[in-house]
């Protein structure tokens, strides 16, 4: 057997026993119905799971089916339509689970294990490469997600909130979208930002989020400025977009501006925003910093909180 089938093999061998199909039922007038599936991945002991908020939302009744086919009950956790993420509880013994891996170094190229089931077939595998990085999402709730991973695995119905996994198995990314009538364009949250995600869920079932209104690119800062500047970023953030009507239209924030603080922090990549924009106490005026043209600057923004 040649060398690159051994490497999916040994990957998928690492991982399938965590994946479970996830069957999302209403309540009926005289027995549950079943209203939609999609897959999930196990990765506590107690049994919790990641999958996507839009496999589950309204669901009266969860049931999981596991690699043997054996059938487990499950209940909500959390869920966050923002980023398209949800926690459930798998009750059952001896359960199977994941290892997440980090999105940190990912590298365009690099190769990509998707595990699911799409179209009702179960635990169907399909490979692929790290198309781009750094891509935006727009959710079901409207909401943007910044730092997606692009890739040309294969992905279908029923793939939703599955796995993807690097070439040891371990969790990179949750599988959450595929682009209507394009071909070998599929898209899944990196697994840093899941984790966050994940955390708060668990915590207290949902996810306080301050909004900006930037459309964000992690980038690059030219070394020259950095040293110029006594700056310590390995990276910023490249302001796309701005939305109308939002804090960052009002603030001095332009299109092309790369952010390198916020809240007097250093702000690398996506992630650390988001941590910043996690916590209610955000909600007042802060300071941002940005290069323009390569000067510096440092504006004042007001965050506000999200919608529900």
């Known amino acids: 057997m040649d060398d690159y089938s051994k490497t999916i093999i040994t990957a998928v061998d690492e991982i399938k026993h965590a994946v479970v199909k996830i069957e999302a039922l209403k309540n009926g007038k005289r027995k549950p119905r079943p209203v939609g599936s999609g897959s ?148 899944s949250i990196d697994i840093d930002k899941a984790k966050l995600i994940a955390g708060q869920l668990i915590e207290k079932g949902f996810v306080f989020r301050a909004k900006l209104g930037f459309i964000l690119q992690e980038v690059t800062i030219n070394t020259k400025i950095l040293r110029h500047y006594g700056l310590q970023n390995a990276g910023g953030l490249f302001v796309v977009r701005i939305e109308p009507n939002s804090p960052a239209a009002r603030s001095q924030v332009e299109e092309g501006d790369i952010i390198f603080s916020f809240n007097n922090k250093t702000v690398n990549s996506t992630i650390d925003l988001f941590d910043e924009l996690s916590d209610q106490r955000i909600i007042t005026m802060v300071d941002i910093g940005i290069i323009r043209h390569s000067e510096k600057h440092i504006f004042g923004i007001f965050p506000e909180k999200r919608a529900a």
């Open 40 to 187: 999930g991945f196990i990765f506590s002991s107690d049994g919790l799971a990641f999958t996507n908020s839009h496999v589950i939302h309204g669901a009266d009744k969860l049931e999981v089916v596991m690699l043997d086919g054996t059938r487990a009950q499950a209940e909500l956790i959390g869920e966050d339509p923002d980023t398209d993420l949800a926690i459930i509880k798998v009750f059952g013994d001896q359960l199977s689970v994941s290892t997440l891996g980090d999105s940190e170094g990912l590298q365009i190229g690099q190769l990509v294990i998707a595990v699911g089931n799409p179209l009702g077939f179960q635990q169907s595998v399909t490979t692929g490469v790290i198309s781009g990085l750094g891509r935006t999402l727009r959710t079901q709730s409207g909401m943007l997600i910044d730092n997606v991973i692009q890739t040309d695995a294969a992905l279908n119905p029923g793939n939703s909130g599955g796995p993807l996994t690097d070439a040891k198995g371990e969790v990179i990314g949750v599988n959450t979208a595929t682009i209507r009538g394009a071909q070998g364009f599929s898209l």
